[in-house]
């Protein structure tokens, strides 16, 4: 569906033309005329940027209010116990909200991947319960597993409730993610397990793990970098490459970080460590402000 729109083809060139913020602000002043036109340069380039953000807010808006309408009656549809869908129909459904879905996912993840370029991005940590998050996450994609006959299972809970310092949303979001990716690269009825411990003291480990078709070898250590699907560019598995990148730099701005373990043919186990809340979880937040950073990074 992306496809016919054109515009998962024009991402990365359109990354490629996208202001460095960092790379502009580390030129040495200069005096003199050459000085003024530095500084004039670095305005333009600074006001393009804010105007492009400002236009991916204003087009995600746009675009999700039709999205969620045509998602909202196509599920209507597939659910609905008096009048049935025959299994032709049911299978055009199911593309409908396949194509839906992916869209609004590039919408978010372009949107995000603009505002953490532009400094715009910032988080407010909390002390989150980690299984009521889990809990979000299953439901969310419930539909989209039941598709693929994909079954959700869970590790034994902990005893105490796990809490940790993150901002809800976006933690929600990285789960999300790992999950999404865990069910589309699978094997039809496959598994996709959670599990959480604690490696330290202080920190929160929650791992993803599918029994999915696996990342090669060749493709594993570019897997966090902006446009890269693991060798999976000429899939019909809907996808951009932005998810994992912009995954890895939320993660990183609520002070946490992301890892893998991939067996080709396998699956994958995928995993994020943000900060424990040790303290009894209480009202106050920090709120974070995200660095700019270049797309063209590892």
């Known amino acids: 569906m992306s496809d016919a729109l054109g515009m998962d083809g024009d991402l990365a060139a ?10 502009i602000s580390s030129v040495p002043p200069a005096g003199g005329a050459s000085g003024v036109n530095l500084a004039a340069e670095l305005a333009r380039v600074r006001a393009e940027s804010d105007a492009k953000t400002e236009f991916l807010s204003m087009m995600s808006h746009e675009l999700r209010t039709p999205l969620n309408s045509m998602l909202g009656f196509a599920q209507l549809l597939e659910r609905d116990k008096k009048e049935p869908l025959s299994s032709r129909h049911r299978e055009r459904v199911e593309n409908i909200l396949k194509g839906g879905e992916h869209l609004v996912r590039l ?17 407010e940590q909390e002390a989150v319960n980690v299984d009521d998050v889990l809990d979000e996450v299953l439901v969310t994609l419930a539909d989209a597993a039941r598709r693929r006959g994909v079954r959700f299972e869970r590790a034994c809970r902990v005893n105490d409730p796990l809490f940790v310092l993150v901002d809800r949303t976006r933690f929600v979001q990285v789960l999300l993610n790992f999950t999404s990716n865990a069910v589309k690269y699978n094997r039809d009825r496959g598994l996709v397990l ?17 029994t999915g078709i696996g990342i090669p ?21 809907p996808g951009t490459g ?10 990183e701005l ?15 186990d995928f995993w994020v460590e943000v900060p424990r809340q040790v303290e009894p979880p209480g009202t106050d937040t920090r709120r974070i402000q995200a660095p700019a950073v270049q797309t063209k990074d590892a």
């Open 14 to 23: 359109v990354s490629s033309r996208l202001p460095e913020p960092e790379r």
């Open 107 to 123: 919408v978010e993840d372009i949107v995000d991947l603009s505002r953490i370029e532009a400094r715009g991005l910032s988080v």
């Open 194 to 210: 959670f599990s959480m411990c604690t490696p330290g003291p202080r920190t929160v480990r929650v791992t993803v793990t599918d």
């Open 217 to 237: 070898l060749a493709n594993q250590a570019s897997i966090f970098r902006p446009f890269q699907r693991a060798g999976r560019e000429d899939s019909e598995i």
């Open 242 to 251: 932005l998810g994992l990148f912009v995954t890895r730099r939320l993660v």
């Open 254 to 268: 609520m002070g946490g970080t992301v890892g893998f373990r991939s067996r080709p043919s396998e699956g994958s």
